[in-house]
């Protein structure tokens, strides 16, 4: 039985409309060979603009961290949304509700 993986995003302190914050993207291969050409995709409507990053490779069991900086420009509740893909694993997501306080 094989777990889907997932990603897993996570916030640094509190969301503050205009104040730069960051996010970090956490995924663990867990299957026993290694992933190669690995993008990495962020993105969060009325959050940050989507970006793309391209990893290489990741080892089996290795954990790959992606720290992305950005600043949320609207209060309000949101939604950022990390997916991964790779030549042998597709369409690995994960998201996370954001709740952006007034300045």
Request: contains cysteine; glycine residues 6%.
């Amino acid at each position: 039985l094989v777990h889907c993986p997932f990603l897993v995003l996570q916030t640094k302190g509190e969301l503050v409309a205009g104040k730069e914050t960051s996010v970090i993207v956490e995924f663990t291969n867990p299957l026993k060979q290694t992933l190669e050409n690995v993008t990495l995709r962020l993105e969060g409507p009325g959050v940050l603009r989507t970006i793309k990053k391209q990893f290489g490779r990741i080892p089996m069991n290795s954990i790959l961290t992606w720290e992305v900086k950005f600043t949320p420009m609207r209060p309000g509740l949101r939604k950022l949304i990390a997916s991964l893909n790779s030549d042998a694993l597709r369409h690995v997501y994960g998201e996370l509700n954001v709740q952006v306080q007034k300045p």
